[in-house]
T-cell receptor, first 109, second 113 residues
Framework: EDQVTQSPEALRLQEGESSSLNCSYT??????LFWYRQDPGKGPEFLFT???AGEEKEKERLKATLTKKESFLHITAPKPEDSATYLC??????????FGQGTELSVKP | DSGVTQTPKHLITATGQRVTLRCSPR?????VYWYQQSLDQGLQFLIQ???????AKGNILERFSAQQFPDLHSELNLSSLELGDSALYFC????????????FGPGTRLLVL
């Protein structure tokens, strides 16, 4: 069965303390790996799409990487406004997104 | 703002009732996806429509149905509602059939009492 698992479930950082979020996937025929940010009560906001192992994408303090088994979201020198839940999703051959449970990130000033 | 609109924002109803959620995709997007998000299940894919045709089905209950109209807006119908159907329902849209970014709407919060 296709599955996406994110760790840790929650992460508390001090402002400026860099860290990484993990997304492990077993999605047969993975067509793409997506990262979203979700603020409480709002819809997920697109961050990155990765299509092949070795691919990396960056946006401000965030960098996403992909291997054949997992993806990482690296956060460099985070700020309080980076606090949110970060969701990872794999797209299967049918175009369906399979989401992980998310990592709730809290950045304290 | 993703460009995807959903109405209503909030809905409170009773068990056994039927409700309709509406979604308008981004201009130019042909695919519409419906997702359910609850605290215990996370984000679950329900169904996808592409240019009016059903394209993929996920964990959608038989009590739920959806359609996409010629103007590309979509409706999700939930019937014989149960307490466990209380959740956030999101609509997303994309340009084509897949392997592209899906942009999410703000969601409809459904509470079944």
């Amino acid at each position: 069965e296709d599955q996406v698992t994110q760790s840790p479930e929650a992460l508390r950082l001090q402002e400026g303390e860099s860290s990484s979020l993990n997304c492990s996937y077993t999605v047969s025929g993975l067509r793409g790996l997506f990262w979203y940010r979700q603020d409480p009560g709002k819809g997920p906001e697109f961050l990155f799409t990765l299509y092949s192992a070795g691919e990396e994408k960056e946006k401000e303090r965030l960098k996403a990487t992909l291997t054949k088994k997992e993806s990482f979201l690296h956060i460099t020198a985070p700020k309080p406004e980076d606090s949110a839940t970060y969701l990872c999703a794999g797209e299967d051959q049918g175009g369906k997104l399979i989401f992980g449970q998310g990592t709730e990130l809290s950045v304290k000033p | 703002d993703s460009g995807v609109t959903q109405t209503p924002k909030h809905l409170i109803t009773a068990t056994g009732q039927r409700v309709t959620l509406r979604c308008s995709p981004r201009s130019g997007d042909l695919s519409v996806y419906w997702y359910q998000q609850s605290l215990d299940q996370g984000l679950q894919f329900l169904i996808q429509y592409y240019n009016g045709e059903e394209r993929a089905k996920g964990n959608i209950l038989e009590r739920f149905s959806a359609q996409q109209f010629p103007d590309l807006h979509s409706e999700l119908n939930l019937s014989s509602l149960e307490l466990g159907d209380s959740a956030l329902y999101f609509c997303a849209s994309s340009v084509g059939r897949g392997r592209e970014t899906q942009y999410f709407g703000p969601g409809t919060r459904l509470l079944v009492l």
